[in-house]
């Protein structure tokens, strides 16, 4: 069935794209510090973003080689068991690009399994890709993913020499699966919005903490799940109110839990309504 759609409280899927020196992964440990909570990071720097402990409080797992998506899985899976609140993945292209990433391993596959038909390799390179990025995308975490973008020097005014970044190094339509994408430029570190589904990054900008608050003020506006629960909940439990029989308050108890399910106080209404119109049924059954 079709409904109104609504907008609900989200975890972030931010991507901060830019080449060298364009100040990624000090932008991601401002943004996690304004987000708040825990903060973990993925590093495949060789220890790079310890270099900014003194901005941010963080732990790190220092990933090597080889960087395949199922050893970033088990990464982000290991955060989130150990209870972080923001994770940073830095850098994200390393899955890709880097030793034992996808497009290593598609080459190295293609040659032993293919006879060299790369195409024919993406049948199985692709789908350990995708479960990467669906793992990324329905992590119970804030995700900050970092991402290296080719660089092009071009001259600015007054001879200035400007490095730009361009591509991102990451498959194609990577950007199509954040809810924001920013692009860190090397000269001023200012960051300029590719995509903004925030509608919060209409003009180039520093990040700082504060840039980090407000995204997490635009995650929390939405209607919550518990919310949502207690909105549909009340119809639910009208239903027991009015079950004429055991029957149908047995049907009407049965879905009311499936909406309060995982959330007590209200799994604990729900009992309490079924209790109370059970007691009232019980005397009509009697009598009759």
């Not at 003194?54 to 080889?66: G, K, Q, S, V, Y």
């Not at 499936?258 to 049924?281: C, H, Y």
């Amino acid at each position: 069935m079709f409904k109104k759609a609504e907008r609900k409280q989200a975890k972030l899927r931010l991507a901060l794209a830019g080449p060298s020196g364009s100040g990624k992964t000090y932008s991601a440990l401002l943004l996690a510090q304004g987000i708040g909570g825990r903060i973990a990071v993925i590093d495949t720097e060789h220890g790079s973003a310890s270099l900014y402990a003194d901005i941010a409080d963080f732990d790190t797992l220092e990933l090597h080689a080889p960087y395949s998506p199922e050893r970033y899985v088990d990464a982000i899976t290991a955060a989130e068991q150990a209870g972080y609140n923001v994770l940073i993945i830095d850098s994200y292209s390393h899955e890709w690009t880097g030793s034992g990433g996808c497009l290593e391993a598609n080459e190295k596959l293609a040659h032993q399994k293919f006879k060299g038909n790369t195409w024919a390799a993406w049948n199985e390179t692709t789908p350990r890709h995708r479960r990467l990025t669906d793992k990324i995308l329905t992590s119970s975490l804030h995700i900050i993913c970092t991402m290296r973008s080719k660089t092009e020097t071009v001259q600015g005014e007054g001879k200035k020499i400007l490095k730009l970044g361009m591509k991102s190094e990451q498959r194609d339509g990577t950007d199509y699966e954040f809810t924001v994408v920013l692009d860190l430029t090397h000269d001023g570190h200012t960051a300029m919005a590719s995509k903004d589904r925030t509608k919060l990054f209409e003009e180039p900008e520093l990040i700082t903490v504060e840039t980090g608050r407000r995204l997490l003020a635009w995650l929390n506006s939405g209607v919550s799940p518990e919310e949502r629960a207690k909105e549909l909940l009340v119809d639910a439990l009208a239903d027991i109110a009015s079950a004429k029989d055991m029957g149908s308050l047995q049907s009407a108890f049965n879905a009311a839990k499936a909406i309060a399910v995982g959330f007590e106080d209200l799994v604990q209404q729900v009992v309490t309504a079924k209790d109370k119109r059970k007691s009232e049924l019980s005397p009509q059954r009697q009598s009759a």
